[in-house]
């Protein structure tokens, strides 16, 4: 079986070195050593176990991708939320097939501009499938049972590590559920929680994982106190989102290879297997 080949960009960045190790580690994927990285990374190599990463700067990307993108492959992008766009951009003009794993960016515009374009690409706020399936089971609630807890106060609280720049995606995803369930929500009112003491003190985050993790809390309480609803899920580190991101690329490359273009995919559709 031909091994897919995975650009991972964002490298030296957490979530993009977990993800190469993971691909370095799976028999169906091959890691290309070139990686985009952001203008504040001074260096010009990673090293990856015994694998050498050259980590392609901005001033570089263009000639780079052009030498080097005569070979298929697909691109995984953990990079910065400032650079959602303007990667995805880059990605659709050099036709580069692509998994957006970062969170943030003009979500509606990076969708308009994969569809304008001649490759498919995979875009979500969460690689994680138990999550995704979890939001799965309230977007099916929220269209089943509009306004069931019309009266009720919503709380939402998600942690995650220091380093993560924006709201987690997926608290700000859950909102529309919420609304559409029947209680009024903003992303503003989201309670976000970066600092390492409050998250090992208070939230009892183990200590190991306070460099990655994502904890969320959504706490439901009727007008008159007399019910409570509490939906959560913790994890720990970062290996669940990997794997889903894996799940996406050998998707993503069925597609490419089926010849679908200027599509966007979602994990639901990864967690399906639909067309």
């Known amino acids: 079986m031909e091994r897919i080949k995975v650009m991972v ?77 303007s990667n995805a951009g880059f990605y659709c003009k050099h036709n580069l097939p692509f998994v957006m794993g970062t969170t943030g960016g003009d979500r509606k515009l990076l969708e308009d501009t994969v569809c304008l374009s001649s490759i498919p690409a995979v875009i979500a706020q969460n690689m994680a499938k138990q999550i995704v399936g979890f939001q799965a089971m309230m977007e099916y609630a929220a269209k089943t049972f509009p306004d069931l807890f019309k009266g009720y106060s919503l709380e939402i609280k ?19 559920y919420f609304n559409e369930l029947g209680t009024p929500f903003s992303k503003d009112d989201i309670k976000k929680e970066r600092d390492p003491e409050v998250q090992k003190n208070i939230w009892g985050i183990p200590e190991k994982y306070l460099g990655g993790h994502g904890w969320h809390t959504y706490t439901l309480v009727s007008s008159d106190n007399t019910v409570r609803l509490v939906f959560s899920h913790n994890v720990n580190g970062r290996d669940v989102y990997a794997k889903g991101t894996l799940d996406a690329v050998s998707y993503l490359d069925k597609k490419v290879k089926d010849g679908v273009k200027g599509r966007v995919f979602t994990m639901i559709d990864v967690l399906k297997g639909r067309d």
Do not use: C, R
């Open 158 to 176: 998600e942690s995650h590590q220091k380093g993560k720049a924006d709201t987690s995606g997926t608290a700000k995803a859950m909102i529309g």
């Open 9 to 85: 960009n964002g490298i030296p960045g957490n979530m993009a070195v977990n993800v190469a190790k993971h691909v370095m580690n799976d028999s169906m994927f091959e890691l290309i050593p070139y990686a985009l990285t952001g203008p504040e990374i001074t260096e010009a190599e990673y090293t990856l176990d015994s694998t050498v990463i050259s980590l392609i700067h901005p001033q570089e990307s263009e000639k780079v991708i052009t030498e080097i993108k005569e070979n298929y492959f697909i691109t995984v992008d953990y990079t910065h939320p400032s650079s959602v766009n």
